[in-house]
């Protein structure tokens, strides 16, 4: 086989063999392929499209790349969840001890962020201590004993994947549905789940920017987990706002404590609750949504979420006394009120550039080799349909800079547009695909 006739045949509007798909991502993977090849290949695919089952060959492939988890030892149904990411986008923090509480096992792989916040990961060392490098054993151990355990993503876990996104990235060829699919999927089904819940975002926070791309990535991704033989279903939510009101490391896990108490956002409550009424029941643990959401509703009311969370941390040597004391965190020293030029109802947040404040003032990551300052970010109060008045809040900024904060005041309102007319508040939940 030559990659050369691989790369003409996919330019011609052919449709690659399973056999000609392994072949390219194992020699790729192996650097036996050159990127200039695999580059024009991705081209290729990115104006002619991938078949239903081109795309399961190249997920598949890629999904063995590398290790692939065996979760085998631990007991029980096990739902992974994936969210493709947004502002202010803090669930895995409520959600996974939400339903570790309710009797679900997790056993979650996470990443670090590049861009707007951290990932899961960073926010979660914001527990002074608080490990995800765990052995594999440990990893396992503590979804049996405790329900719940996250691990960083290991570099042996669908390398292929890992080389071919960083080539995507630089030769403008991400925004294709059939690799964005199999990008993301690869890791999922490597991770060993037996179901996965997915958080398909859309909106100008988003990577989809519209509902119809949303709706046809998280179909595409569905078909690939029921292909594979996962239960696999997705909920597309709204990220044309930032998801609840904290957009910053230690902000949004308050935010995440705050709720597992009772008192998150509405929205943030409400998809916390979708989610993870869809994991209960894909893992067995409720049979249908009315059970699942009062169980849901029961853990956070009897205090046993947030116990569960806290044991969590513990587990992965953090500190949990901040889980109880959320105010103990650190402050960073410059917290200031952004107030409103107009008053009026809030017509639209360009949710991406909320995203870019907190990048600019350090609460992100520019680069793989850039220090995110945990302590800076926004605590919006009104978002879109919520009248203002001017002089009024729209936000407090917490910043560890003068500079930095003035950049990021002037982006923040030139990203709020104001009406005289009232605006109806739309639901965080678009469709679920299932
Ligand atoms: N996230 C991924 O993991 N892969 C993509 O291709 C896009 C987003």
Redesign the pocket.
């Known amino acids: 086989m030559r990659m050369y006739d691989l790369i003409m045949k996919k330019r011609n509007g052919g449709c690659l063999s399973e056999a000609e798909v392994r072949y390219m991502i194992e020699q790729y993977t192996k650097g036996e392929i050159p990127d200039y090849q695999m580059s024009a290949m991705t081209m290729a695919i990115y104006f002619q499209g991938m078949s239903e089952e081109e795309t399961l060959h190249l997920t598949m492939a890629m999904r063995d790349s590398g290790d692939t988890l065996d979760l085998s030892a631990i007991d029980g149904i096990k739902v992974d969840k994936h969210s493709?990411g947004g502002v202010g986008d803090k669930t895995s923090l409520t959600l996974t001890p939400m339903v570790a509480a309710c009797g679900l096992k997790v056993a979650k792989m996470s990443g670090r962020g590049l861009g707007h916040t951290g990932g899961t990961i960073d926010k979660l060392e914001s527990f002074e201590g608080f490990s995800t490098e765990i052995s594999t054993d440990t990893f396992i151990n503590n979804v049996n004993s405790i329900g719940i355990a996250i691990m960083g993503q290991t570099a042996d876990l669908a390398p292929a994947d890992k080389k071919l996104?960083a080539l995507?990235d630089v030769t403008a060829t991400?925004d294709n549905m059939s690799?964005?699919a199999s990008?993301?999927m690869s890791?999922k089904l490597a991770a060993g789940a037996d179901a996965i819940v997915l958080d398909v975002k859309t909106g100008s926070g988003a990577?989809m920017k519209n509902e119809d791309d949303a709706k046809a990535l998280a179909k595409e991704m569905v078909t690939l987990g029921k292909n594979a033989g996962k239960n696999t279903m997705a909920v597309i939510s709204d990220m044309d706002q930032p998801l609840g009101y904290a957009v910053g490391n230690i902000l949004e896990v308050q935010e995440a404590i705050d709720t597992l108490n009772g008192n998150g956002p509405e929205d943030f409550m409400e998809l916390c609750l979708t989610l993870g009424s869809l994991m209960l029941i894909a893992g067995g643990v409720a049979k249908d949504e009315v059970e699942a959401r009062e169980k849901c509703l029961k853990v956070i009311e009897d205090g046993s979420a947030l116990d569960k969370f806290a044991a969590f941390v513990a587990a992965q040597y953090g500190d949990n006394s901040y889980v109880y004391h959320p105010e103990k965190f650190p402050v960073a020293p410059i917290v200031e009120e952004i107030l409103s030029p107009v008053s009026g109802y809030i017509k639209h947040i360009e949710c991406d550039e909320i995203g870019i404040c907190s990048l600019i003032l350090g609460g992100g990551r520019e680069t793989k080799e850039s220090e995110i300052d945990l302590r800076v970010g926004l605590i919006l109060h009104k978002k879109v349909g919520d009248y203002v008045k001017a002089g009024e809040s729209l936000a407090t900024i917490y910043a560890s800079d003068e500079t930095k904060k003035k950049q990021a005041v002037q982006r923040f309102l030139n990203a709020y547009q104001f009406t005289d007319e009232m605006i109806e508040k739309k639901s965080v939940i678009k469709t679920i695909i299932s």
Do not use: A
Request: charged share 20%; glycine share 0%.
């Open positions: 493709t996104y995507r991400v690799l964005i990008s993301i890791k990577f």
